[in-house]
């Protein structure tokens, strides 16, 4: 499985000035399209111009350039020059994942190509708050139709969760805007440099990309230990949706509810989890699928919510003008409602 799919991970070199660091991708096309995180082509939202070199597994050297980025699932596709012959990686269909199932993360942790590593999926349906690594060109991520306030417990703190990249300041939280995304938890070491590299299973499919890992000391900043069991990767769905829109348009659509939420269990009274509706936008999702002011979301499309983050990462991950099933209490009275996605604006 891993002489299979390891012809199918770059490794990805980025400089800028003085910066610079080490990334992984997984190759899209015989002819040089590579998937890997936004965040490693812009140095951590350090830069949009970063000088990006490739190479394979079998020592060949690429220049590439950036066809687009999406800062708001932290994914972006890049193209090598003059490449052909490539071996591109074959999809799974993460829907179908089980928890217990094998995975194998494969990179380049510390600088080092063509790692493999084992574990398992150790959560499904996982959310994670994150700091933007828009380039600042971009823009960055906004909020308006999905989360106001943090995870929960996190509020005027650091975040847990960082990006994996290897140079030295992984993801240190120096912008302001965070993005929220649904990620696979895995115990697969998962380093920095790790990210943008694939995690398969046991047939050598990629189920998601590696993007980021959590730290025992909850901080956010440079200096972690790196792997500590818990790692998270981008679903492979989601990946392969949002990486043929910017081959095909130079960026990704994503959807957008029209409602302000907060964490339900933080609402004085509440006697539930999930994301409480504090506001719906005039002319939005919500208010044309019915959700008012108070109502406490639980579901989205059959996927539990037990928090703000949770919300904002399903809708995000759907492209506009997706349908969606949205499960809420009312008065302590189940309800569902079925909504069409609005468009998040574009960075």
């Not at 650091?158 to 805007?177: L, R």
């Amino acid at each position: 499985m891993a002489a299979k799919v390891v012809p199918s991970v770059v490794t990805i070199s980025a400089s800028a000035g003085s910066s610079g660091g080490t990334g992984s991708g997984v190759i899209l096309s015989a002819d040089g399209y590579v998937l890997t995180n936004t965040h490693v082509v812009t140095l951590d939202g350090q830069t949009g111009d970063a000088s990006l070199s490739v190479t394979t597994s079998d020592g060949r050297v690429y220049k590439a350039k950036v066809v687009g980025t999406d800062p708001t699932y932290d994914l972006a596709v890049i193209k090598l020059e003059n490449a052909s012959n490539l071996t591109p990686i074959e999809w799974a269909d993460s829907s179908k994942l089980n928890v217990g199932d094998p995975t194998v993360a494969i990179g380049a942790p510390l600088g080092l190509p063509n790692t493999v590593t084992t574990g398992i999926v150790s959560a499904l349906n996982r959310s994670i708050e994150v700091a933007s690594s828009a380039a600042p060109s971009d823009g960055s991520d906004s909020s308006e139709g999905g989360s106001r306030g943090g995870q929960g417990g996190q509020q005027g703190g650091e975040s847990p969760f960082f990006f994996d990249f290897g140079q030295g300041q992984q993801g240190s939280g120096q912008a302001t805007q965070t993005i929220k995304i649904a990620v696979i938890q895995t115990d697969a070491a998962i380093n920095p440099g790790n990210s943008g590299g694939a995690l398969v299973d046991d047939e050598g499919k990629v189920i998601g990309i590696n993007v980021a890992i959590a730290s025992a000391g909850g901080s956010s900043s440079g200096g972690q230990s790196g792997n500590i069991g818990v790692g998270f990767s981008i679903p492979s769905d989601i990946a392969q949706r949002v990486s043929k829109e910017i081959i095909d348009n130079g960026s990704a659509s994503h959807g957008l509810l029209g409602a302000s939420v907060q964490d339900a269990a933080s609402v004085q009274g509440s006697t539930t989890t999930g994301a409480y509706v504090a506001d719906v936008i005039s002319g939005g999702a919500a208010q044309a699928g019915g959700l008012q002011k108070g109502d406490v979301i639980t579901e989205f499309n059959g996927i539990p919510v037990t928090n703000s983050v949770d919300l904002t990462a399903q809708v995000r991950a759907l492209a506009a003008g997706s349908q969606a099933k949205v499960t809420y209490l009312r008065g302590g009275k189940q309800n569902t409602a079925e909504v069409t996605l609005g468009s998040m604006p574009q960075s």
